[in-house]
């Protein structure tokens, strides 16, 4: 069965410091990767979308960036955190052969930019 | 492009119904419906495809009307446990990218 790991489950950070969150995806070949924010109480922003191994779409133009470098694999990064990244992101994923799968969540990692 | 739900927020109490609507200013080629419990990830509810198709999970169902470029989902005798966030999302031109929309917090009071 297919599984979903996102980590760390909740991150402190001074503004300006790097960030790295990593996503892994197992069970399944050549998934659909995306990274959301949600800031407190509000919705969904899809960030990133990537259908394979270093196409990445960037859905909102921030401080943010996005890599995969495996195909599994999916990395949100940093250099400088501003007190705006604060947020819950979470990862997911879809099955890269249905044109409009279910996406399958992470659990989340909160971060806190202080 | 992010789709409009509407309500923003509803209280019941158990037993009784509720309907939140997602309207999308583009044509759809399908809208998901997901429910977040507080500090949780989204749950996949139902994903409708362009048809104008009607599905139902147990008391919970939706129906998409793509002329109108919009969805509803309907909650019936609702129970303690549909408490959360609803999302819809919307896929445009059937590449998998979802945009969801702003959430209705739906609260059941016993």
């Known amino acids: 069965s297919q599984t979903i790991h996102q980590w760390p489950a909740t991150l402190v950070q001074p503004v300006g410091s790097p960030l790295s969150l990593e996503c892994t995806v197992e069970g399944t070949s050549n998934p659909n990767l995306y990274w959301y924010r949600q800031a407190a109480g509000r919705g969904l922003q899809l960030l990133f979308y990537s259908v394979g191994i270093g196409q990445i779409s960037s859905e909102v133009p921030q401080n943010l960036s996005a890599s995969r470098p495996q195909d599994r694999q999916f990395i949100l990064s940093s250099k400088k955190l501003l007190l705006s990244d604060s947020g819950f992101y979470l990862c997911?994923?879809?099955?890269?052969?249905?044109?409009?799968?279910?996406?399958?969540f992470g659990s989340g990692t909160q971060l806190s930019v202080l | 492009q992010q789709p409009v739900q509407s309500p923003q927020a509803v209280i019941l109490r158990e037993g009784e119904d509720a309907v939140i609507n997602c309207s999308s200013s583009?044509?759809?080629?399908?809208v998901h419906w997901y429910r977040q419990k507080h500090g949780e990830a989204p749950v996949f509810l139902m994903i409708?495809?362009?048809?104008?198709e009607q599905k139902g999970h147990e008391k919970i169902s939706a129906s998409f009307n793509e002329k109108k470029q919009q969805s509803s989902l309907y909650l019936t005798a609702s129970q303690l446990s549909y408490s959360g966030t609803y999302f819809c999302?919307?896929?445009?031109?059937?590449?998998?990218?979802?945009?969801f929309g702003q959430g209705t917090e739906l609260s059941v009071k016993p």
């Open positions: 997911a994923w879809s099955p890269g052969t249905s044109k409009s799968g279910k996406l399958f």
């Open positions: 999302g919307t896929d445009l031109n059937q590449g998998g990218k979802l945009i």
């Open positions: 583009k044509a759809l080629y399908s």
């Open positions: 409708l495809l362009k048809g104008g």
